[in-house]
């Protein structure tokens, strides 16, 4: 079992910068990879970005060159910088880890981006 608790989320105008966090708990040696995912009001639950065990990284392609994911493994957290927001980067933003088969999600933070 693998606890997540996200924190960062907020307010922003549109140009503006947020940095998330993911703080895990529990199995965490097992983990191989970390997600960020977001759901913006009457949309589905979309990939944002994604951070392997080994450090590789991937990234939508709406958020390519804006946002920066990373793995502390001596802090056990995950970030996600995000900078020049817009205002369709509006939403909860979740945080998703992989151990074989098992996923594990964390409760969600809001980020909201006004134009």
């Known amino acids: 079992q693998v606890q997540l608790v996200e924190s960062g989320g907020g307010a922003v105008q549109a140009g503006g910068s947020l940095r998330l966090s993911c703080a895990a708990s529990?199995?965490?040696?097992?983990?191989?990879?970390m997600d960020w995912y977001r759901q913006a009001p009457g949309k589905q639950r979309e990939f944002v970005a994604r951070?392997?065990?080994?450090?590789?990284?991937n990234y939508v392609d709406s958020v390519k060159g804006r946002f920066t994911i990373s793995r502390d493994n001596a802090k056990n957290t995950v970030n996600l910088q995000m900078n020049s927001l817009k205002p369709e980067d509006t939403g909860v933003y979740y945080c998703?880890?992989?151990?074989?088969?098992?996923?594990?999600w964390g409760q969600g933070t809001q980020v909201t981006v006004s134009s």
């Open positions: 951070v392997r065990k080994l450090g590789s990284t």
């Open positions: 529990g199995n965490i040696f097992s983990i191989n990879t």
């Open positions: 998703r880890a992989s151990i074989a088969s098992s996923l594990f």
